[in-house]
């Protein structure tokens, strides 16, 4: 039988291969890298039944790391990767349910995108890319080159998956930055123009004194009457607390769409990354000078707020359940402001 000719279909990383048994030519997606010092080829046959439409639609199946067989044949994916550490008991023995939780979240990020894709392709230039996207948030970034870098590891030496560098290493963190800044006044003002969520998170987390995730987590259950049942993150510990009258007037009249305060549906939460998406879009509203505010700054302002009220250390900890140091450093903002005023009556 004479070999017909070769299809004239070209595509990068498209490949044809003569079939002499059946007598047809097949095509393959094909591509190549070095590893360890050897090359290395991964093809997956493409079942074109001789339909160029078909095989345009496989093509980029396989281009996207989405055809059937790559789903199979791949055995280093971050879901593996991040499965088998959440599984290990070695590791999860050692942490406290305050730094899981951290770690979840964050690993629920990585999850989102690259579930599925290959470890071994993850690129330091990607990585970088990465973390300068989440610039406006320097913690979250520096978070996240961490949990690369504590997979990545985990990986390399205690499953012995055939890794390579680490592709964090060498990126620059952005460091410790500076306390939040609590919100000045006009900015609280402003929030009246807010959308609907972001307003009732700042109304969460300004009266709970709770950090932003735990204070936008609130079920409509946790509200009984003068009291609420507040959660430190940090301790991974619930406390009962008073509820202010303007607290327990917005649980009064906020819609119910679902078990949670911030509903993203009958049962689930609104997540911390899209409120905080949200809340970004509503700053820069703003302008320039509200760039450097966060929800976090809140909770700050809460601290002020009940130290020139007059609340004791004491008592301010009973709301927040922060530290002794953190009360005082809050707390010498508000005394400054306090005692300035006094200071400029007197000029009078």
Not at 249 to 256: E, K, L, Q, T, Y
Request: aromatic fraction near 10%; hydrophobic fraction near 35%; charged fraction near 30%.
């Amino acid at each position: 039988m004479k070999k017909p000719p070769k299809p004239r279909i070209t595509k990068p990383n498209l490949a044809w291969k003569w079939n002499g048994r059946r007598g047809i030519w097949d095509p393959y997606h094909r591509v190549t890298w070095t590893e360890g010092g050897k090359r290395r080829e991964r093809a997956v046959k493409l079942d074109w039944q001789g339909d160029a439409e078909r095989l345009d639609v496989l093509y980029w199946e396989c281009a996207a790391g989405k055809h059937q067989r790559q789903k199979v044949q791949a055995q280093y994916t971050w879901r593996a990767l991040i499965e088998a550490w959440r599984k290990d008991p070695r590791i999860q023995g050692k942490l406290s349910d305050g730094t899981k939780k951290t770690y979840r979240r964050d690993m629920e990020g990585i999850l989102e995108k690259n579930a599925d894709k290959d470890v071994r392709r993850t690129s330091k230039a990607a990585v970088r890319a990465a973390h300068a996207k989440l610039a406006d948030t320097p913690r979250k970034a520096d978070r996240y080159l961490q949990t690369i870098s504590l997979l990545w590891n985990y990986g390399a030496n205690k499953l012995d998956w055939p890794l390579g560098d680490n592709p964090t290493k060498g990126v620059d963190h952005y460091g410790k930055q500076r306390e939040y800044e609590p919100w000045p006044q006009w900015m609280v003002d402003k929030l009246d123009e807010a959308p609907e969520d972001v307003r009732a998170a700042a109304t969460l987390i300004l009266n709970t004194g709770q950090r932003p995730n735990a204070a936008i987590s609130m079920r409509f259950s946790d509200f009984d009457g003068e009291w609420m049942s507040v959660l430190d993150e940090k301790n991974d510990e619930r406390m009962e607390v008073y509820c202010p009258q303007e607290l327990r007037n917005f649980i009064a009249v906020a819609p119910r769409k679902g078990a949670y305060v911030l509903a993203k549906n009958l049962t689930q939460p609104r997540g911390y990354w899209a409120l905080s998406k949200a809340f970004r879009e509503w700053r820069a509203s703003l302008g320039p000078k509200a760039e450097k505010y966060v929800l976090h700054g809140l909770r700050k302002l809460a601290i002020i707020r009940l130290a020139e009220a007059g609340c004791s250390d004491a008592e301010i900890q009973a709301v927040t359940n922060q530290s002794a140091e953190m009360v005082a450093y809050y707390r010498a903002r508000a005394s400054r402001k306090a005692l300035s005023r006094s200071a400029q009556l007197r000029r009078k």
